[in-house]
């Protein structure tokens, strides 16, 4: 089982970046997978969730601003971020079928 994250980076406030995460060696299209963050000094904590048939949850600090989608056929859950605000900075994970991601850096700052 391997999920490999990409798409972070640096950003401004107030602007945009869409997250992937590939998953290989499971079942995708069967899976509900999530994406957690951490914050420096922080716990790790569970931002959004998308299950086997689509359904979706969300923290209550990304709600409206995040959103969490897959595409089954390309193996892929992606997380777009809008509106990123400072305290978004943190190094998001992809969780799926037990295993996690490596992580991929989000920074906004000015």
């Known amino acids: 089982v391997q999920l490999v994250e990409s798409g972070g980076g640096l950003v401004q406030p107030g602007g945009s970046l869409r997250l992937s995460c590939v998953g290989s060696?499971?079942?995708?299209?069967?899976?509900?997978m999530s994406w957690y963050r951490q914050a420096p000094g922080k716990e790790r904590e569970l931002v959004a969730a998308?299950?086997?048939?689509?359904?979706?949850t969300y923290a209550d600090s990304v709600r409206g601003r995040y959103t969490i989608s897959r595409d089954n056929a390309k193996n892929t859950v992606y997380l777009q971020m809008n509106s990123l605000k400072p305290e978004d900075t943190a190094v998001y994970y992809c969780?799926?079928?037990?295993?996690w991601g490596q992580g991929t850096q989000v920074t906004v700052s000015s």
């Open positions: 998308i299950s086997s048939g689509g359904g979706t």
């Open positions: 969780k799926g079928f037990f295993a």
């Open positions: 060696g499971f079942a995708f299209g069967n899976v509900g």
